[in-house]
Structure formats: structure tokens, C-alpha cells
């Protein structure tokens, strides 16, 4: 990674942060208005947060990893930040509840993981783009098949597990990355079916 002079760190991490400020609250609007599986994927869906790390990750790719990390994390805690203030002002609701903890705690997680996995995809070398690219597959791939499982909606699940099959094939730089893409994303898969379905039985 080339290493940028200091004041440029602020910028990723400034637009990263109102990024998912803006993603979070328009998201809470969202739900409301979309229908059937478009609100489920677009509006409400974990992986489809996912994406949004990942993204800035790949904008942001010639950073220093931590900052890439870093402003993975501040998007994911932007979302989780704007979502839920929206939810407290739009219809005048207690303060965050335990969700609203959990979910910033995972953003702490998971956003540095995809932060990275996003520039890792976009200038990383050897095994890194197709880790990455495995990752958000994974991801994909997990919230849909526990969809399918436990969900009467079968059309979202299908149309995210199609969607973590299409990452590694349109992702992919050659055709070895995108087999290797695919393979990786089998054991990540398994990792994001059993997170998503500890966190459906806490929320049950």
C-alpha cells in the first residue's frame, strides 16, 4: 500500500463516517417505501451493510491499512448511528436499545474486516483479492441460505445466495481468482450462516 501524507487520512474517514450517516438514516426511510424483497436486500439486510465497508475499502485502497480499517469501521458505526437516531426522531422512541449496542459492536468488527477485504480485492496481490472477494461472498451467501431456512420469503435468500456467486465471477481478475473466489467463500459461508443465526435467535 503506498503510504499517503497524514492530513490526507482525514479525508476517508470524514466521507466514510457521513457515508454511513446518510446510508443509515436513508435506509430507516427506505423500509417504509420499498417493497417485499428490494426492502429486504436494499433496506434491510447485514451483508448489504457489508458492502458499503468493502466499498470504502476499495475507494480508499492506496491508505494506510489502518486507516482503510478505520474508515471500514466508521461506516458501519454510521449506519448503525444513523439508523437508529432516525428511528428515535421519526417516531419519538426511548433511546438506543440493546440492538443498537450490538449492532455498533459488530460495525467494530466487521467494518475493519470488510474495510480491508475491499482494498485487499482492489490493489492487493496473491491470495489477498481472492480472500477478499471470498469474504463478501461469504457474507452473501450465509444471510441467504439462513434466510432460506428460517424465512417464508425464498426469493430474497435466492437472490442473495445468486449474488454471492456473482461477486467472485464479475470480481474476479482471472479465471484461476474467480474459481479460487468461489472456493474461498465455502468456509466463509459456513462462518457468516452460524453468525447470522445466532444473531436471528437473540433477536427472537
Given at each position: 500500500?503506498?503510504?499517503?501524507?497524514?492530513?490526507?487520512?482525514?479525508?476517508?474517514?470524514?466521507?466514510?463516517?457521513?457515508?454511513?450517516?446518510?446510508?443509515?438514516?436513508?435506509?430507516?426511510?427506505?423500509?417504509?417505501?420499498?417493497?417485499?424483497?428490494?426492502?429486504?436486500?436494499?433496506?434491510?439486510?447485514?451483508?448489504?451493510?457489508?458492502?458499503?465497508?468493502?466499498?470504502?475499502?476499495?475507494?480508499?485502497?492506496?491508505?494506510?491499512?489502518?486507516?482503510?480499517?478505520?474508515?471500514?469501521?466508521?461506516?458501519?458505526?454510521?449506519?448503525?448511528?444513523?439508523?437508529?437516531?432516525?428511528?428515535?426522531?421519526?417516531?419519538?422512541?426511548?433511546?438506543?436499545?440493546?440492538?443498537?449496542?450490538?449492532?455498533?459492536?459488530?460495525?467494530?468488527?466487521?467494518?475493519?474486516?470488510?474495510?480491508?477485504?475491499?482494498?485487499?480485492?482492489?490493489?492487493?496481490?496473491?491470495?489477498?483479492p481472492?480472500?477478499?472477494?471470498?469474504?463478501?461472498s461469504?457474507?452473501?451467501?450465509?444471510?441467504?441460505a439462513?434466510?432460506?431456512?428460517?424465512?417464508?420469503?425464498?426469493?430474497?435468500?435466492?437472490?442473495l445466495?445468486?449474488?454471492?456467486?456473482?461477486?467472485?465471477?464479475?470480481?474476479?481478475?482471472?479465471?484461476?481468482?474467480?474459481?479460487?473466489?468461489?472456493?474461498?467463500?465455502?468456509?466463509?459461508t459456513?462462518?457468516?450462516v452460524?453468525?447470522?443465526?445466532?444473531?436471528?435467535?437473540?433477536?427472537?
Amino acid at each position: 500500500m503506498t503510504v499517503i501524507a497524514p492530513e490526507r487520512s482525514y479525508r476517508p474517514l470524514a466521507v466514510a463516517a457521513a457515508a454511513g450517516l446518510g446510508w443509515g438514516v436513508a435506509c430507516m426511510f427506505l423500509q417504509g417505501i420499498l417493497p417485499g424483497s428490494l426492502n429486504s436486500i436494499v433496506a434491510n439486510s447485514g451483508a448489504g451493510w457489508g458492502v458499503l465497508a468493502f466499498a470504502a475499502g476499495a475507494v480508499w485502497h492506496r491508505s494506510r491499512l489502518p486507516v482503510v480499517a478505520l474508515a471500514g469501521a466508521l461506516v458501519e458505526l454510521g449506519l448503525v448511528v444513523g439508523y437508529y437516531a432516525s428511528v428515535i426522531v421519526r417516531y419519538d422512541q426511548d433511546p438506543p436499545s440493546f440492538w443498537a449496542y450490538m449492532w455498533a459492536a459488530l460495525a467494530l468488527v466487521t467494518g475493519p474486516v470488510f474495510g480491508v477485504a475491499g482494498a485487499w480485492w482492489r490493489s492487493g496481490s496473491g491470495w489477498r483479492p481472492v480472500v477478499a472477494v471470498g469474504l463478501l461472498s461469504g457474507l452473501f451467501a450465509g444471510e441467504g441460505a439462513v434466510r432460506l431456512a428460517t424465512l417464508p420469503d425464498k426469493i430474497t435468500g435466492w437472490i442473495l445466495v445468486l449474488a454471492a456467486v456473482a461477486f467472485p465471477l464479475v470480481l474476479g481478475r482471472t479465471w484461476r481468482d474467480r474459481l479460487l473466489g468461489l472456493a474461498a467463500a465455502l468456509p466463509l459461508t459456513g462462518l457468516a450462516v452460524g453468525s447470522f443465526w445466532i444473531l436471528g435467535h437473540l433477536h427472537a
